[in-house]
């Protein structure tokens, strides 16, 4: 069997930590900010980790 290719879009929009989780940014900062109170886009530029639901998948695009 040959290797399996990663999916190129899901290296680009994820990073796999030092512990082997996986970060992901928060969507919803690209447009119509205007309405959107400060704090809300503060809190959407930091980076977070993916559910635990959705490891397994990403998991697989990943490798």
């Not at 969507?27 to 900010?33: E, V, Y």
């Not at 704090?39 to 998948?57: H, V």
């Amino acid at each position: 069997m040959p290797k399996l290719k990663s999916n190129r879009g899901a290296m680009k929009r994820f990073k796999v930590t030092g512990t082997g989780k996986i970060k992901r940014h928060k969507a919803g900062k690209s447009h119509i900010l205007t309405k959107k109170n400060r704090k809300r886009k503060r809190s959407l530029r930091a980076a977070t980790l993916i559910s635990a639901a959705d490891t397994s998948r990403v998991n697989k695009m990943l490798a």
